[in-house]
């Protein structure tokens, strides 16, 4: 009974266009089982050439070419938005820090200036920011960690004290997350929890989120 079954499968498959070795590894049947079986049912010569022209290899070969392809058209957009966009000048600089904290700063705490992002370089963006654009010195920024409880702390404290160029002594405690880090997908992401950076000057965020408000506003008017 199962190989009247696996015989009238092959069959269909046969049906679709596949070659023996397509079937083979499907159904786990000899070469010479499914040319008894199919042998009145020969493929046509349209279909063997399109066998013969897209079998693995060729198709592994494309694939390799397109890859590579996308790499160094990637390296030649990289190249040319590095020559548009730097060097980026005091202004622009600002304007940029604008944006980063209108979609990722804090709003809910109006005494604080504050970035958190498991990215370490928009972290020492915001950080640059600070420092260049208003004028705030490093030893007034506090630094919060948030982990995973099968973290190592001490690591990631010094991991990230040295990329972001802030001693220790500026960290809180961090806060240790219960769920593990072996459950999070990062999708090829950091694998080093998440940083805020923050500075206390309610005047100072007073001035950003108006400066915010006016870009929101300016794109808030009704169009005719």
């Not at 266009?17 to 000899?30: A, E, F, T």
């Not at 405690?173 to 206390?200: D, L, V």
């Amino acid at each position: 009974m199962a190989r009247l079954i696996d015989r009238e499968k092959s069959l269909a498959l046969r049906k679709q266009g596949m070659s023996y070795s397509q079937i083979k590894k499907i159904l786990k049947v000899s070469k010479s089982t499914l040319s008894l079986w199919l042998r009145k049912y020969p493929l046509s010569k349209q279909r063997i050439r399109e066998l013969r022209d897209w079998n693995e290899q060729r198709i592994e070969r494309c694939r390799e070419t397109k890859r590579s392809k996308k790499e160094e058209r990637l390296k030649s957009y990289y190249r040319e938005q590095r020559k548009i966009i730097f060097p980026i000048n005091k202004r622009e600089l600002y304007l940029a820090g604008l944006f980063l904290y209108w979609g990722e700063g804090s709003k809910y705490k109006i005494a604080e200036l504050s970035v958190s992002n498991s990215d370490p370089s928009v972290i020492r963006f915001f950080i640059r920011w600070l420092v260049v654009a208003l004028k705030i010195p490093k030893i007034k920024m506090k630094i919060q960690l948030q982990l995973y409880n099968d973290m190592n702390i001490d690591k990631e404290l010094q991991f990230w004290s040295k990329i972001i160029e802030i001693p220790i002594s500026q960290f809180n405690k961090p806060y240790i997350k219960k769920t593990s880090i072996n459950r999070i997908n990062h999708k090829g992401g950091f694998g080093h929890g998440t940083c805020q950076a923050r500075i206390g000057d309610a005047r100072l965020s007073e001035k950003i989120l108006m400066a915010i408000k006016t870009i929101s506003d300016q794109y808030n008017k009704l169009r005719p």
